[in-house]
């Protein structure tokens, strides 16, 4: 019997409400799930590694009990790069024994690099803001010849609008670059995609359908007297939105640009129309959203399970 589930999570805070909801609806359907901690692994896969390095025997005896369907739910938003680094190697060595990963290997790296998913949509024509990785030859005129003010800058690796500012003028542009440890290739600078709205959107794609959409108000997230950015954990709250056409079929081309099975887009309407800001290859739920998670299971399991 193969119809087994495996989530992979970051065990140091254990497993969260999310998690265990999944699980929970899995089982509903008969489906047994182990769920594995990536901190159980030794240190030496804290750095990425190729799949002929990885050898897990703890994740291969899951496999042989049946566990051949993956979700990685290690979350990057409270997650340190050596376990991030974990997950990364279990979704390496799964993917390169064929197992299915709900969101497969370069799907979970575009949701830890962001540099990576910016470069990867860019190649399918997605709108998306001008983004690059802040490098210790940019100026705080470099910056302001190529990006204007205001600009974003991020960090590279993150979510729930966690390291994210909206620097509005020279004087904080050049008092943000004193800090050395924007040079470490860890941070990113974005063109500031001015809302034209008083929300965004947020479009779920799961397996190549859009199946969710809603839109946040948006927040200022301390950086700003104005409202740009949508973030429940900054204050935004959660509105009905249908997404229009134009809206689901950009977040189909960004999801299909990351080979993405599962994922959730943000979306700024702006004046020349809706550019993509993010990706959330991992998104996270509280309670009250279990019917996103019932209909993500369902469709999980209608089209890897059910036949199994």
């Not at 959107?201 to 799961?206: E, K, L, S, T, Y």
């Not at 019932?294 to 059910?306: A, G, M, R, S």
Request: charged residues 25%; hydrophobic residues 35%; aromatic residues 8%.
């Amino acid at each position: 019997m193969k119809n087994k589930v495996g989530i992979i999570y970051n065990g140091t805070k254990g497993a969260d409400w999310a998690i265990e909801y999944f699980k929970t609806e899995f089982e509903s359907k008969g489906m047994k799930v182990a769920l594995f901690d990536a901190n159980k692994l030794d240190e030496k896969y804290s750095k990425f590694q190729t799949s002929e390095d990885i050898h897990l025997p703890e994740i291969e005896k899951l496999t042989k009990q049946g566990h051949t369907t993956w979700m990685n739910r290690i979350y990057p938003s409270e997650s340190e790069e050596s376990i991030i680094n974990k997950g990364l190697n279990i979704t390496s060595w799964l993917s390169a024994r064929n197992h299915t990963m709900i969101n497969p290997l370069p799907a979970c790296i575009a949701d830890y690099n962001k540099a990576f998913a910016y470069e990867a949509m860019e190649k399918w024509n997605v709108p998306t803001p001008k983004t690059e990785i802040i490098n210790k030859q940019m100026t705080a005129k470099s910056l302001k010849d190529s990006y204007g003010l205001p600009l974003i800058i991020k960090t590279n690796t993150g979510g729930k609008g966690l390291g994210v500012q909206k620097i509005n003028n020279d004087s904080e542009l050049e008092n943000i670059l004193e800090n050395k440890s924007l040079f470490k290739g860890k941070h990113l600078v974005q063109e500031f995609a001015k809302p034209s709205k008083t929300y965004d959107v947020r479009v779920g794609v799961i397996n190549g359908e859009a199946l969710i959409s809603y839109a946040r108000t948006l927040a200022t997230n301390g950086s700003s007297k104005e409202a740009w950015m949508g973030s429940c954990h900054h204050g935004s709250e959660i509105i009905p939105h249908n997404a229009s056409e134009e809206e689901k079929r950009l977040a189909i081309m960004a999801s299909k640009s990351l080979g993405a099975k599962l994922n959730e887009i943000d979306i700024q309407i702006t004046e020349k129309g809706p550019v993509v800001i993010e990706n959330n290859l991992t998104p996270g739920y509280d309670e009250g959203e279990e019917r996103w998670i019932k209909l993500i299971v369902e469709h999980i399991y209608e089209t890897h399970l059910k036949n199994e």
